[in-house]
C-alpha cells in the first residue's frame, strides 16, 4: 500500500513532444545509420557509431554508394552519394583526415573536364534510378552537385587540388544564375555560406535571394499553397520553404526572409510531423523502399532545423 500523502509518480511532458514522437519513428522505420544519427544529434550518442555506420556506404575508391541517397540504388560510387556522406561527416565533426583526402581523389577521378561534378556519373546505368535523375554518357558539371560538396570542404578548411577548380565553377555558376529552381538554389547557399570570400559571398546571396523572391521559388505562406507555383518538373505540392533555404540562422540565406516569414515557416514545419512521428517527403515517391528511407532522414533534419532556432522539441 502506498504511503499517505507520498507524492505521484512524475509525469512526462516529452511524451507528446516532437522528439518523443520521432524517436519513436526512428526506432520503427530507420536504417542503422540514421538511428545512430538521431542518438548523436538528439540522444547524447557518439560520432563514432556514426561513422561506422556510414562506412558502410563506402567504396574502394573513396566514394559512397549502396543507394546511401536513396533515389540512386546499386553500390556504385556516386557525386550525389558521397556529397551526402560529408553531410553526415561534417555534421559530428569528422569531414577531415585521409577519409577526406580519398573523397577528393575520388571527386578527381569523376569530374567533368571544366573540374566540377555532374549530379550523376555513368557508372550508375544499369542500376535502379528515380525516373527524375537521368542518366547521360556524357553528363556536364552541375551546381546542384557541386556547391555543397566545395561548401563544406571550404567550411572544413580541407585544402585540395580539386577545390580551386571547382570553387571557380560554382562562383560562375552562381554568378551566372538568371532562372533557378529550388534545389539548385540550396545548393548555391551551401556554397555561399562556406566559401572563403566573405564579402562576394554577400553580394552573391543578395542577388539570389531576390531572384528567389521574384521568381516565387519560396512558399511565404503555408496557409495559401494553392497560389504558390511548384517549379517545372517538381511534384505536385513540393513546395519549398523559407527554412528550407536557411536550415540555421546563421545562413546568409536568413536575410532573404522577415521575422514573419520565418516564423510562419517554422510554425508549419512544427505542424507538418505526421501521425506516426516523421515528417513527409515532398519530392516523388517512385517506390516504396526509397519512401520508407528517406522520411527518417528529412525527420532529423527538421528537428535539426528547428532546434537551431531555439524551438523546443523536447
Known amino acids: 500500500m502506498a504511503e499517505t500523502g507520498a507524492a505521484p509518480l512524475p509525469q512526462t511532458?516529452?511524451?507528446?513532444?516532437?522528439?518523443?514522437?520521432?524517436?519513436?519513428f526512428v526506432w520503427l522505420t530507420a536504417r542503422v545509420l540514421e538511428?545512430?544519427?538521431?542518438?548523436?544529434?538528439?540522444?547524447?550518442?557518439?560520432?563514432?557509431?556514426?561513422e561506422t555506420a556510414l562506412d558502410a556506404y563506402r567504396?574502394?575508391?573513396?566514394?559512397?554508394g549502396h543507394a546511401l541517397e536513396p533515389d540512386l540504388r546499386g553500390p556504385v560510387s556516386q557525386p550525389l552519394h558521397t556529397g551526402h556522406a560529408l553531410r553526415v561527416l561534417d555534421a559530428i565533426g569528422r569531414c577531415g583526415g585521409q577519409r577526406i583526402e580519398r573523397v577528393c581523389r575520388y571527386l578527381t577521378s569523376v569530374s567533368a573536364p571544366d573540374g566540377a561534378l555532374p549530379a550523376i556519373h555513368?557508372?550508375?546505368?544499369?542500376?535502379?534510378?528515380?525516373?527524375?535523375m537521368p542518366i547521360?554518357?556524357?553528363?556536364?558539371s552541375e551546381l546542384l552537385a557541386t556547391g555543397p560538396v566545395v561548401g563544406l570542404l571550404h567550411r572544413n578548411e580541407v585544402w585540395h587540388a580539386w577545390l580551386f577548380r571547382a570553387t571557380d565553377f560554382c562562383w560562375q555558376a552562381v554568378d551566372s544564375l538568371e532562372k533557378s529552381h529550388p534545389y539548385e538554389v540550396e545548393a548555391?547557399?551551401?556554397?555561399?555560406?562556406?566559401v572563403p570570400d566573405r564579402s562576394r559571398a554577400q553580394a552573391a546571396a543578395d542577388r539570389l535571394g531576390r531572384l528567389v523572391r521574384e521568381h516565387r521559388l519560396v512558399a511565404l505562406d503555408p496557409e495559401r499553397l494553392d497560389s504558390s507555383p511548384v517549379a517545372p518538373g517538381y511534384a505536385p505540392g513540393e513546395h519549398h520553404f523559407p527554412y528550407d533555404y536557411a536550415r540555421t540562422p546563421g545562413s546568409l540565406a536568413r536575410a532573404w526572409f522577415t521575422d514573419e516569414e520565418m516564423t510562419r515557416s517554422l510554425d508549419f514545419l512544427v505542424s507538418e510531423q505526421c501521425e506516426d512521428g516523421g515528417w513527409p517527403i515532398r519530392q516523388r515517391a517512385w517506390a516504396p523502399g526509397t519512401a520508407?528511407?528517406?522520411r527518417p532522414m528529412v525527420t532529423i533534419e527538421a528537428l535539426r532545423t528547428l532546434k537551431a532556432y531555439g524551438r523546443p522539441i523536447g
Open 13 to 24: 511532458p516529452s511524451a507528446r513532444s516532437p522528439l518523443f514522437r520521432a524517436e519513436r
Open 35 to 50: 538511428q545512430r544519427r538521431f542518438e548523436y544529434h538528439f540522444l547524447n550518442g557518439g560520432a563514432d557509431p556514426v
Open 59 to 64: 567504396n574502394e575508391d573513396g566514394g559512397y
Open 122 to 132: 555513368p557508372s550508375q546505368r544499369g542500376y535502379p534510378a528515380a525516373p527524375f
Open 136 to 140: 547521360t554518357d556524357d553528363p556536364p
Open 188 to 194: 548555391a547557399v551551401a556554397f555561399l555560406d562556406s
Open 292 to 294: 520508407l528511407e528517406a
